[in-house]
């Protein structure tokens, strides 16, 4: 298993989450992005630049994500894509996206997306809380124990 950060838009509260499982794991975890992120010397962390522009860093990860590999994205289509790999996508807010729910998630995000195209003002994402933290922190463990990865 590797892990597959979106990292255009990954709070760093998750971002440090991660990089102490891949310290505790020794698991691979390479974030993508379009614009310049700090990361540690460790050698299982790694960071990938690419190019600005309108969901690059979301096609960079669809083309290398492996099944079983874990992506972390709040990205429903990207979601989509991987899932269709055979791998999981965890949302920042501790989210599991699988099989099972990806096709309501997309529904839900497409039905949104038209009553904004229709000017309906639908708010904007929910503040990111401490409760989110620790469910991606939850989730994040549960799914590397499921892998055995400890």
Partial sequence: MQ??????ACPVTIREILFRAARRTGIELTFIANH???M???????FMQVASGFD??????????????LVISADIPLANA??????LCLS??????DKSNIAA??????FMDTLRSSGVETGGHKAFHQRDRMEFANQLDKILQQAGIK
């Fill in 36 to 38: 310049p992120l700090k």
């Fill in 56 to 69: 690059i860093a979301d096609d960079e990860i669809a083309e290398r994500v492996k099944a079983n590999d």
């Fill in 82 to 87: 991987v899932i269709d790999k055979g791998a």
């Fill in 40 to 46: 540690p010397a460790d050698s299982n962390i790694s």
């Fill in 105 to 110: 998630r997309l529904s839900m995000r497409d």
């Fill in 3 to 8: 892990i597959w950060v979106d990292a255009d």
């Fill in 92 to 97: 920042p807010r501790g989210e599991l996206l």
